[in-house]
C-alpha cells in the first residue's frame, strides 16, 4: 500500500504559477504510476496529468497542456505538479492519485490510492 499527502496549493492571481507536491510512503514508491486529478466546485472530478514508473512517459489532459508539467523523483518518493499561465479556470481541489497497475489507471481515474487534496484558487 501507498499512502499520499499532497502540498503546496494556495491562492495566485491570473497568469501565475505553483507547483504541487505529493509525499508517498512506504519503499515502493517506485512501483507505483502517479498523476494528479482535480475536482471545481459543481464540477465532476477530471484527469490532469499522469507519469509513469520511471517517469518516461507523460499524460496530459488537454486543457494543460503546455501549461503544466508534470514529474517524479523517486528517490525522495515524491510527485510534482508544476503549474504555469494559471487561469480562474484552474481553481480546484487537486488530489495526487497512485497506481500500481499503470498510468491508464490515473488517466481513467480508476488509480486506487488517493490523497486528501489540496485547494488551488486563482483570482482573476
Known amino acids: 500500500q501507498v499512502q499520499v499527502v499532497e502540498s503546496g496549493g494556495g491562492s495566485v492571481q491570473a497568469g501565475g504559477s505553483l507547483r504541487l507536491s505529493c509525499a508517498a510512503s512506504?519503499?515502493?514508491?517506485?512501483?507505483?504510476?502517479m498523476g494528479w486529478l482535480r475536482q471545481a466546485p459543481g464540477k465532476e472530478r477530471e484527469f490532469v496529468a499522469a507519469?509513469?514508473?520511471?517517469?518516461?512517459?507523460?499524460y496530459y489532459a488537454d486543457f494543460v497542456k503546455g501549461r503544466f508539467t508534470v514529474s517524479r523523483n523517486n528517490a525522495k518518493n515524491t510527485v510534482y505538479l508544476q503549474m504555469n499561465s494559471l487561469s480562474p479556470e484552474d481553481t480546484a481541489v487537486y488530489y495526487c492519485?497512485?497506481?500500481?497497475?499503470?498510468?491508464?489507471?490515473?488517466?481513467?481515474?480508476?488509480?486506487?490510492?488517493w490523497g486528501q487534496g489540496t485547494q488551488v484558487t486563482v483570482s482573476s
Open positions: 512506504g519503499r515502493t514508491f517506485s512501483l507505483y504510476a
Open positions: 507519469i509513469t514508473l520511471g517517469g518516461g512517459t507523460l
Open positions: 492519485a497512485a497506481s500500481r497497475l499503470s498510468a491508464n489507471a490515473i488517466v481513467t481515474m480508476t488509480s486506487d490510492y
